[in-house]
């Protein structure tokens, strides 16, 4: 560094700053930095001086920290320029040089103010003779800490904040480095277990975050509405009290040349007392009572008749390690339960729902005797067997076969497979399980149910939730899908009294009847 004797030499454009410890602890490496953000310069000259090698010697053997590995990166730097007494940081725009010397100090002076205890104020103390010393020189004090630029300024002494952007990130502590090695095994955890995903299917088959839908909501037919509905199906399809001539008759038949050579000719028979006693003691209050019991059940009739309430989620096991003794639970969280489909709903996916079970069945046909044609003499019963056995010969074959139990085809115990715990949910409930021995990296699984709702609130709010444990699996991964389902309510009684119109009126077109 130039000394006294050469203060002529010194061109005009030259800076002189009287660098803290921050420039060394907490700033990134000299030659990084970006120095021209200081301000426009020919050259800038930065001074180490007495009170900031101190500090950096106290440093150097106060742990393992930051500070103290700069510390001693930095005495090393300075053991190096012990011969030539400086080192150039950049050549130019501006040039940058580092000057080490311990004989820039300071000489107490208590007009000053200063507390010369204080490592600050030793600096700005130094930096303050130096300037006065050499009034001809720019002289300043480069430092990131506000106390002593406060001070400086009170001295009238130029000051320099380092700029933020020169700044290295935080140090971390002892606590967040203990979290970031933790963070480290957990990922390292993580790769050797499964990954699980859980999604949230929509009808069209896409994931979705929120369920919502809207349901049919009727209150059953009260005793007074079912005894009106009753008294107007009797009303209107009274007991037959005509069963038709009580006396048998013959005449002759519309005959073929084929036929007359087996003596063809049509015979009345008249309704038997055992006939009229089964229609009027037996299929008619039968009949009354089936109507009736259709009544009592049309809520239920106008429940299936609606859109079910299903729901699916998509568990898929993505990651590289398969998951032992996996166990899905499904929860429903507020006023509605749930249940897996049943098997019944399975084999019956594809088929259509039959309307006509939820119909009033027709009035049976009271008895009025019929008209028969003999042949040859032989009795009408000869008639009937054929047209029984014709019957027989158009049903479909399908009809009389019992099909095995999906259940009963296999009991071989597959341990990649999925099976309810400890059995599939008969009755709706407030969860369900399915557990696998091993489930398989790559693949998936496809949880369906349905939803069942009270029918004496007007909107159902809830979540459902679908939770997956396994034995290898060090957290336990879930999806919650908020679930909002409207209720429309429908009149019972209004849609009972539209069936038995509907019944009326199929009977006056003939349709059902006879």
Known sequence: MPDKDAREAVTPSTVYYFVDTNLFFQCRPLEQLAWAELGTCDEVQLIVSKPVLREIDFRKNKGNNRVAKR???ALAMFRKMLDSGHREIQPSDPRVTLWVNSA??????????????????QLVATALEYSCEYPDRDVRLLTHDTTPLYTAQGLRLEARQIPDSWLLPPESTAAERELDSLKAE?????????????????????????????????????????????????DRFPLETD?????????????????????????????????????????????LLACQETFRNHHRALLRQSPRLEFSFL????????????????????SFRIQPPSLTDVLSEDKPENTESHALRPPPVAPKGKWQRLIGGHPPGLGEAMESFARLLDAPLLDKIQLPSPNALSTRHDPNAFYYKPHRPARPSASFSLECDQWRHGGEERINGKIHVPIDKNQIKGAL??????GNLSKPESKTVPVRI?????????????????????????????
Not at 104 to 121: I, K, M, V, W
Not at 259 to 267: E, Q
Not at 315 to 333: D, S, W
Request: aromatic residues 6%; charged residues 25%; glycine residues 6%.
């Open 104 to 121: 820039h100090t300071y000489s107490p002076a208590p007009e000053t103010g200063l507390n010369y205890r204080e490592r600050d104020d």
């Open 71 to 73: 510390a001693r990166a």
């Open 465 to 470: 939730v679908c939770r997956i444990q396994a």
């Open 486 to 514: 409207g209720l429309t309510r429908i009149s019972t009684f209004d849609s009972a009294q539209s069936m038995l119109e509907t019944l009326v009126e199929r009977s006056q077109s003939g349709i059902g009847s006879g």
């Open 315 to 334: 568990v898929e096991n993505v990651g590289t390690r398969p998951a032992t003794e996996a166990l899905v639970t499904i929860e429903a969280r507020g």
């Open 243 to 287: 069963y038709g001539s009580r006396e048998s008759a013959q005449r002759a038949s519309k005959e073929t040349a084929l036929m007359s050579l087996f003596g063809t000719k049509d015979v009345f028979s008249p309704a038997t007392d055992e006939e009229i006693a089964a229609y009027r003691d037996k299929a008619y209050p039968q009949w």
């Open 186 to 234: 957990h990922a390292r955890l993580k790769k050797t277990e499964p990954s699980i995903s859980i999604r949230c299917m929509g009808p069209s088959n896409s994931g979705i975050e929120r369920y919502e839908a809207s349901r049919v909501s009727c209150e059953p037919l009260t005793d007074r509405q079912v005894h009106e509905l009753m008294q107007q199906l009797e």
